[in-house]
């Protein structure tokens, strides 16, 4: 169960992404104590892990600046994510323990190719294939053996398409037969992408696991380019509908325990 502070931090951040709190704005904290119905002491904490992660800026004087990410910030991101992630596939296949996690990797990979020949990419089976891609890059960013690695990612994991294992689908896309199948061959590309991963770290084969590691990560970048030059206007909240994630606008109470 998450603690009251970390809960509030969750829904200030799912505001500032969905444009709640315009760019630039000042928050107070009897202000953020009066709109979500929490004590200040949440309310302090909960700030202080916004500014760390940039989401907010003290201003001058008392008081916050709302610093809300662009999708040139989320573009940047998922660049050094893909670098993270291309070095944990290397330190992973160099590792003497990865075989211990080689059974983890194979069960997704081969979770992902039975959503694949079902060709059903409904939003219950969409999210089971995001779990499964999860499981995939969080099993080499745990068992590469540098846990700055991990931490780093984790560091940015709260913004749009950042989050372990995320993935891109254009529900415009997916209302026709064609697209599925055109998002069906996408996720077979993928996963095969998956397959080489896997058997490189299997080898021992570093330089071959970064390689497709780098690959398989840079597509991601080139979705975003895509969507930026499909609408010139491209948002956050038009990033997070491509990533599948979730964010509601509720700014209900918190029920804070004793």
């Not at 992973?92 to 020949?117: V, Y």
């Not at 990612?153 to 896309?173: A, N, R, Y």
């Not at 997070?240 to 509601?248: F, H, K, M, R, V």
């Amino acid at each position: 169960m998450e603690s009251i502070d970390t809960e509030l931090a969750n829904k200030i951040r799912k505001d500032v992404i969905l444009g709640t709190y315009d760019d630039g704005a000042r928050l107070s904290e009897a202000q953020l104590c009066d709109t979500y119905g929490v004590s200040r002491t949440p309310v302090r904490l909960a700030l202080r892990l916004l500014e760390r992660e940039g989401i907010l800026r003290r201003a001058e004087g008392r008081g916050y600046v709302v610093h809300s990410p662009t999708v040139q910030d989320i573009l940047q991101a998922v660049q050094v994510r893909g670098h993270l992630e291309s070095l944990a596939a290397r330190l992973m296949a160099q590792s003497s323990g990865r075989h211990n996690r080689l059974p983890t990797l194979e069960a997704a990979i081969d979770e992902i190719d039975k959503f694949i020949r079902a060709g059903n990419l409904d939003d219950a089976s969409l999210r089971k294939l995001q779990q499964q891609n999860a499981v995939f890059h969080k099993t080499i960013l745990d068992g590469c053996g540098n846990d700055f690695v991990g931490y780093t990612c984790d560091q940015i994991s709260h913004m749009p398409m950042l989050e372990s294992g995320s993935m891109v689908f254009d529900k415009q896309v997916l209302s026709t037969s064609e697209g599925i199948q055109r998002s069906l061959f996408r996720l077979k590309l993928g996963n095969s992408q998956h397959k080489v991963i896997f058997e490189a770290i299997q080898k021992g084969d570093a330089v071959r696991a970064e390689a497709m590691m780098r690959e398989h990560s840079n597509t991601m970048v080139e979705y975003i380019e895509v969507f930026e030059k499909r609408n010139a206007e491209l948002t956050l909240t038009d990033l997070i509908s491509y990533s599948g994630i979730n964010l509601d606008k509720d700014t209900g109470g918190i029920d804070e325990a004793e």
